[in-house]
């Protein structure tokens, strides 16, 4: 079955960092353009970050210089390394798949995982 | 950066025809994609590539798109329709390159 499990979220305190993982099960993430995609409370959609098939990335000016992404061939796992966390990066955190081009549509979504943070 | 436009809210009775626009700059030339989202729940692709849909999504969800709106059609609406739905596009020239709108909450009825 093709699935994402996203793991690692919990409450933090404002200058934190926390990773979070996700796991992918029937494909692989390093052939696919991998995103990670929050919500705030009662907020939209907002697009975090995205790892290319090539390996470059690129991320939301909000959390550039503070967000990594990064994926694990070998684990079939994306990660999203967060520091210097603010309240504002309060949110689920997905991650979703595009598979095989850049503007393909995120066919694939994990079932999110929260980040709190807070003091 | 790339903004896309959609109204909050949209009130349909059972059986009747909701429309979504999404507004942005000369949206035609891109691809469109719509989602759905209900409460406690991940969003799920519903129409991508304008109009085209995933396995399984009923054929009572259709979407077009040209000049500066695109649009997402929900024929003989349901109860089980209910929910938020967002357009989504890939701007590689945006700040976000993968630009989400900001959502209509659908009420059935």
């Known amino acids: 079955e093709v699935q994402l499990v996203e793991t690692g979220g919990g409450l933090i305190q404002p200058g934190g960092s926390l990773r979070l993982s996700c796991a992918a099960s029937g494909f692989s993430v390093s052939d696919n353009y991998m995103n990670w995609v929050r919500q705030a409370p009662g907020k939209g959609l907002e697009w975090v970050s995205v790892?290319?098939?090539?390996?470059?990335?690129d991320y939301a000016d909000s959390v550039k210089g503070r967000f990594t992404i990064s994926r694990d061939k070998s684990k079939s796992t994306l990660y999203l390394q967060m520091n210097s966390l603010r309240a504002e990066d309060t949110a689920v955190y997905y991650c979703?798949?595009?598979?095989?081009?850049?503007?393909?549509?995120?066919?694939?979504w994990g079932q999110g995982t929260t980040v709190t943070v807070s003091s | 950066s790339y903004v896309l436009t959609q109204p909050p809210s949209e009130s349909v009775a059972p059986g009747k025809t909701a429309r979504i626009t999404c507004g942005g700059d000369?949206?035609?030339?891109?691809?469109v994609h719509w989602y759905q989202q209900k409460p406690g729940q991940a969003p799920v692709l519903v129409v991508y590539d304008d109009s085209d849909r995933p396995s399984g999504i009923p054929e009572r969800f259709s979407g077009s798109n040209s000049g500066n709106t695109a649009t997402l059609t929900i024929s003989r609406v349901e109860a089980g329709d209910e929910a938020d739905y967002y357009c989504q596009v890939w701007d590689s020239s945006s700040d976000h390159i993968y630009v989400f709108g900001s959502g209509t909450k659908v009420t059935v009825l």
């Open positions: 790892i290319y098939i090539g390996g470059n990335t």
């Open positions: 000369n949206i035609g030339s891109k691809s």
């Open positions: 979703a798949r595009s598979p095989r081009r850049p503007d393909n549509a995120f066919d694939i």
